[in-house]
């Protein structure tokens, strides 16, 4: 069993939509999370960090964590077009400095 | 501040071959990391260093692989005597001492093993 396990889609949502991501995971040791976005042959790139548990909000986006359920979730209100990529889901122990990523949902938002 | 940059973008080489790849991360981070992504994947560590020491491999990083940051800016990853299964993504990414952000990463290399 992987360390993160995330749903790879695809996940296809018309325009104006709520998208909601989501990623298990089972170390406890998991302290920083985060949310990658990544379009085709690109990098990844950060859209949200969220420390321990609780809510984030960012314009449109929108992360949660809860430890208790090892549960992480990224809600995108109003998706648009430019939304459809890869959402990948990161996360560290609060000593350790390498990420584990989930194998990351692919999003497609629709006109 | 440009951003993390690696070269080259693509690189096709047959298999046995070596090949090197360069990162050059944001000036001010002294954080510098390797991560391979292969199709369908999340990225995977290989190996981390701050300023020029290397503190940390994966056991993806087997020999063939090495890493150097001489000078504690720019890096290089050389694969010795190519594989197929090497073909995969390279990504590297920086970030400030135990930074409480995400890292930031280059747009990756990727690399084709025929």
Redesign the interface.
């Known amino acids: 069993q992987k360390e ?1 396990e ?1 749903d ?1 889609g695809p996940l296809s949502v018309p325009e104006g939509a709520i998208v909601s991501l989501n990623c298990t995971y089972s170390n406890s040791a998991f302290q ?1 999370f ?1 949310w ?1 976005r990544q379009y085709s ?6 859209l949200m ?1 969220t ?1 321990s548990s609780g809510n984030k909000e960012d314009g449109r986006f929108t992360a949660q964590v809860d430890k208790s359920s090892k549960y992480i979730s990224l809600f995108i209100r109003d998706s648009q077009p430019s939304d459809s990529a890869t959402y ?1 889901c ?1 996360m560290r122990g609060g000593g350790g ?8 949902t692919q999003l497609k938002v629709e006109l | 501040d440009t951003g ?1 940059s ?1 070269d080259p973008r693509h690189k096709i080489t047959k298999r046995g071959q070596n090949v090197t790849f360069r990162c050059d991360p944001i000036s001010e981070h002294n ?1 510098l ?1 390797w ?1 391979r992504q292969t199709l ?6 290989l190996t ?1 260093f701050q300023n020029e020491a290397q ?2 491999k ?1 056991r993806l990083l087997s020999d063939r692989f090495s890493a150097e940051r001489p000078k504690g800016s720019f890096s290089t990853l050389e694969i010795q005597r190519t594989e197929q299964g090497d073909s995969a993504m390279y ?1 590297c990414a920086s970030s400030l001492t135990q930074g ?9 290399t ?1 690399l084709t093993v025929v």
């Open positions: 993160v995330q790879p920083y985060m990658y042959r690109k990098g990844p790139e950060l960090y420390y990948l990161a400095n390498k990420l584990t990523f989930g194998t990351g | 993390v690696q954080r990391y991560y369908g994947q999340g990225p995977e560590f981390y503190l940390e994966s990504l409480n952000d995400g890292y930031t990463f280059g747009s990756g990727r």
